[in-house]
């Protein structure tokens, strides 16, 4: 299951332009919101915030603080500085603990597949499932292990993955996870002879007219 991570944040009266001397006072803007729940502007501390959220990979609940009141949330989106990387904004997600929710979970290949070392070459498929599942049966990631892949042609598709009967697949079953081809062969390009260059055919047909001309001369 994914860990559960906490941040702090309060209420925030600046909206709109002014967001950006927000951002320069080191607040990062941010909004909570849900299925019963209001849109309500927030900010965070800016260093916090982009140290916690930048560790994060896959799919994890957040315990946000709000001045005082403690929701259990998702980041569902986050907007950064296109040049810079910086966090720009986040949208903090409610969720009920006692209702499922739709996420999609990143697949993370994990281990090597045996057939990699001779002449097999793996090709990737699907990189991440949507599942159905509580809140707090949340997976940060789906680990799918390669040793099974031995020999050219093996694969492993979503079907073969052992999922948590807590969890609900909504992917196809039939998906392609992984697969071990044959490597390409290299290429051979033939190299095509060099024509002759007409002018010279040119100049050695006017010499030897030339020639014969001075003979038939004598």
């Known amino acids: 299951?994914?860990?559960?991570?906490?941040?702090?944040?309060?209420?925030?009266?600046?909206?709109?332009?002014?967001?950006?001397?927000?951002?320069?006072?080191?607040?990062?803007?941010?909004?909570l919101y849900g299925p019963e729940t209001d849109p309500l502007p927030i900010q965070l501390d800016q260093r916090d915030a982009s140290r916690t959220l930048s560790r994060l990979t896959g799919t994890h609940l957040i315990d946000l603080t709000v001045d005082g009141?403690?929701?259990?949330t998702l980041v569902r989106e986050i907007q950064r500085d296109s040049i810079r990387g910086t966090?720009?904004?986040?949208?903090?997600?409610?969720?009920?603990?006692?209702?499922?929710?739709?996420?999609?979970?990143?697949?993370?290949?994990?281990?090597?597949a045996p057939a990699?070392?001779?002449?097999?070459?793996?090709?990737?498929?699907i990189t991440e499932i949507d599942v159905e599942c509580l809140p707090g049966?949340?997976?940060?990631?789906?680990?799918?292990d390669l040793s099974g892949l031995k020999a050219v042609g093996d694969t492993i598709h979503l079907r073969d993955v052992d999922v948590p009967k807590t969890i609900k697949v909504l992917?196809?079953?039939?998906?392609?996870?992984a697969r071990i081809t044959h490597q390409a062969a290299e290429e051979v390009v033939p190299v095509e002879p060099l024509a002759v260059a007409?002018?010279?055919?040119?100049?050695?047909?006017?010499?030897?007219?030339?020639?014969?001309?001075?003979?038939?001369?004598?």
């Open 171 to 177: 992917s196809e079953p039939d998906e392609l996870i």
């Open 137 to 144: 049966d949340i997976l940060s990631g789906l680990d799918v």
């Open 87 to 112: 966090l720009m904004h986040v949208d903090f997600y409610k969720v009920a603990m006692d209702r499922t929710i739709r996420i999609t979970v990143p697949i993370n290949l994990v281990g090597t």
């Open 69 to 72: 009141a403690m929701h259990k």
């Open 116 to 125: 990699t070392t001779t002449d097999g070459v793996l090709v990737h498929g």
């Open 1 to 31: 299951m994914a860990t559960t991570i906490s941040l702090t944040a309060n209420n925030r009266t600046v909206t709109g332009k002014q967001v950006g001397a927000l951002r320069r006072a080191g607040k990062l803007p941010a909004v």
């Open 198 to 218: 007409p002018e010279v055919e040119v100049i050695e047909k006017g010499k030897k007219e030339e020639e014969e001309g001075e003979e038939e001369k004598k």
